[in-house]
């Protein structure tokens, strides 16, 4: 499995992003996700997708939506009305053999992408 994540960059409040995660090796059944870490804090849970359904942390419900295409290998994190407090590492990961209680944990998922930087600041 490899992961690959691209699409970081700067932006300001208020604006768009798209993150994009390029990956091979994974199955339609594997959660793929996103996270983000700022400096001095934990790995923090943003959003993930498995079979078709979707889950988000509340910080980012209703700004930020996942999608995925297996036909493509591709992973995308469309992220609008972005605040300084979104800025951060994002990583894409992929977890095998999850259970729905805890896709919110890195714990969760076995294998990770390299990171892109967002930063929201005007």
């Known amino acids: 499995v490899q992961l690959v994540e691209s699409g970081g960059g700067l932006v300001q409040p208020g604006g768009s992003l798209r993150l994009s995660c390029s990956f091979s090796?994974?199955?339609?059944?594997?959660?793929m996700g996103w996270f983000r870490q700022s400096p001095g804090k934990e790995r923090e849970f943003v959003t993930t997708?498995?079979?078709?359904?979707?889950y988000y942390a509340d910080s980012v419900k209703g700004r930020f939506t996942i999608s995925r295409d297996n036909a493509k290998n591709m992973l995308l994190l469309q992220m609008n009305d972005l605040k300084p407090e979104d800025t951060a590492v994002y990583y894409c990961?992929?977890?095998?053999?999850?259970?729905?209680?805890?896709?919110?944990?890195?714990?969760?998922?076995?294998?990770w992408g390299q990171g892109t930087q967002v930063t929201v600041s005007s």
């Open positions: 990961a992929l977890g095998q053999r999850t259970i729905t209680s805890t896709l919110r944990l890195p714990t969760a998922y076995n294998y």
């Open positions: 090796g994974a199955r339609v059944t594997d959660a």
């Open positions: 997708s498995r079979s078709g359904r979707t």
